[in-house]
């Protein structure tokens, strides 16, 4: 609806122009009379945006012509109907030359012409909104367009680690200092084992979008599945922008992200700016109450883990007390930043396999280390140990050494699958169900299946859909409800990121 504002000193001829129009009818506003230019002009200001001027030429205190010039620099979009006597041509004329649409002759003002005139200004400003639509799209197209080609680009020089950068738009963009910030999600693994591997990537991919919604500044890509890569010009404090990233996505999902950042002051440093955001966040491990950090150059991690026979001197012969109170002191030398992650849990799972290798069942052992490997922090490092040392002991006193019959657990579990696939399924239900510990169930199956139980679960509702889709009239949202997604838009990206097609075209190619 676009508004209307008629100016006339006349009361019988503003109110014959109000009189002629069924303004509602044609899509139109009518938002105030005003006897003088300066009335008029006020109420402009007052009342907001006015599409369409009607305007007398000769008035008191402020004739027309000044008015069209006032408004139009206020709104150069403005169209302006001039209303004129027989003697005032060379005012029409100017008024003409300086943009006015047409003008209408007071003497001869018939409700039929003027309703034409009024809709030659519809007609104007709508072919405008079309080319403005036309120039907006055409202009988020090109941007769209080289975002996509530097971010191509930024991709290559990080994955194939150029020494040098010659890539004129990347160098370009790094002509001031950037904040390199880098989201990692929080424990990784266990994302995988709830959502499948294409969760990761939909959940950034989601991010990604909203940023360039918000923002004309900066670029924002996923390098890899599980790591997306902010590059932001350093108008203010890093910290600042990085705290402004994080509360941006806590508003969209409930789903844990670490954040590293550092600063590049040139674009040759671009891949060491990377690689330092990524050691940044590698703190998470030992600061899990923090989710921002900032690169710090003085953390050298290089202290190596104990050695076989060390550990045996320390630990052997077994006693349960003393080796819980080893591992209390270990975990004050891991807390000190010194040893790398991987490090420290290579020597926590080696403290298992000292005391307990050859005196229980080998399975039993590795499904103790691999929860350590699994663990995301320090704390649950420290905990898995010791949890791993009381349940090992715990097999030790009570004789159960019995291997667990493997295939025959996972032909349970698969049973239990393909029967509930369609409803609410985790790891942990398969889990009781089949009376072993989550973390050992993930193991056995992707040890034995080749895949992860969700990406196993994934595929079975995705063919399921598609049997939905080609042999039945559901909706969309009905078909992922019946083949066990309980979130519609999660269902249709994922469907498209496994099959190529949206549910919708993979239905209409399908047809019977």
């Not at 007609?123 to 403005?132: F, L, S, T, Y």
């Not at 045996?312 to 077994?318: D, K, M, N, R, S």
């Not at 889709?469 to 269902?491: H, I, M, P």
């Amino acid at each position: 609806m676009f508004n209307v504002m008629i100016v006339d000193d006349e009361p019988i001829i503003r109110f014959g122009l109000k009189s002629s129009i069924d303004w509602e009818k044609e899509n139109l506003k009518l938002i105030g009379d005003y006897s003088n230019g300066q009335q008029a002009l006020d109420a402009m200001e007052r009342e907001g945006r006015v599409d369409i001027l009607i305007t007398d030429i000769k008035m008191p205190v402020m004739d027309g012509i000044t008015l069209m010039k006032k408004a139009l620099v206020v709104n150069p979009k403005l169209k302006i109907v001039l209303v004129s006597s027989y003697n005032e041509f060379e005012y029409v004329r100017e008024g003409l030359t300086h943009g006015a649409v047409d003008y209408i002759l007071k003497p001869t003002l018939e409700p039929e012409t003027f309703l034409k005139t009024v809709q030659k200004c519809v007609d104007k400003i709508e072919e405008e909104q079309r080319m403005d639509r036309k120039l907006e799209y055409a202009q988020q197209s090109n941007v769209a367009a080289i975002r996509r080609r530097v971010e191509q680009e930024m991709k290559r020089i990080l994955l194939k680690k150029h020494d040098e950068v010659k890539s004129e738009s990347v160098v370009s963009m790094f002509e001031e200092p950037h904040a390199i910030v880098l989201l990692k999600l929080k424990g990784m693994d266990r994302v995988d084992e709830d959502f499948g591997f294409l969760y990761n990537s939909l959940i950034f991919e989601e991010i990604q979008e909203r940023f360039y919604l918000a923002t004309d500044e900066g670029i924002c890509f996923l390098i890899s599945d599980s790591e997306l890569l902010f590059f932001l010009k350093k108008s203010s404090d890093p910290l600042t922008l990085t705290t402004m990233i994080k509360e941006k996505i806590e508003r969209e999902t409930s789903i844990g992200i670490i954040y590293g950042y550092d600063v590049v002051h040139d674009v040759q440093d671009l891949v060491k700016g990377y690689y330092r955001a990524h050691s940044a966040c590698g703190r998470y491990f030992f600061h899990s109450e923090k989710e921002i950090f900032r690169y710090r150059p003085d953390i050298a991690q290089d202290v190596p883990a104990l050695s076989e026979q060390e550990l045996e001197g320390f630990l052997l012969p077994y006693e349960e007390s003393r080796s819980e109170k080893f591992i209390e002191e270990r975990f004050g030398v891991w807390s000190s930043e010194n040893m790398k992650p991987s490090v420290i849990k290579k020597e926590a799972g080696n403290i298992l396999k000292t005391i307990f290798m050859k005196k229980i069942d080998p399975p039993v052992l590795m499904e103790k280390i691999a929860i350590i490997e699994a663990s995301a922090t320090l704390e649950e490092v420290r905990k898995s140990t010791l949890e791993g040392l009381k349940a090992c002991a715990q097999l030790l006193v009570n004789g159960e050494s019995k291997p667990h019959m493997d295939n025959e657990l996972l032909d349970k579990a698969l049973h239990y699958i393909h029967a509930n696939y369609t409803e609410e399924l985790t790891l942990q239900n398969v889990a009781d169900h089949i009376h072993i510990s989550r973390n050992y169930f993930s193991i056995l199956f992707k040890r034995l299946m080749d895949q992860n139980f969700i990406d196993y679960v994934i595929e079975l509702r995705v063919k399921k859909a598609k049997e939905l889709l080609r042999q039945t009239s559901l909706k969309v949202y009905e078909v992922a409800a019946n083949a066990g997604f309980n979130d519609v838009k999660y269902f249709s990206k994922l469907f498209k990121k496994v099959t190529g097609q949206s549910p919708g075209d993979y239905r209409l190619n399908h047809e019977q």
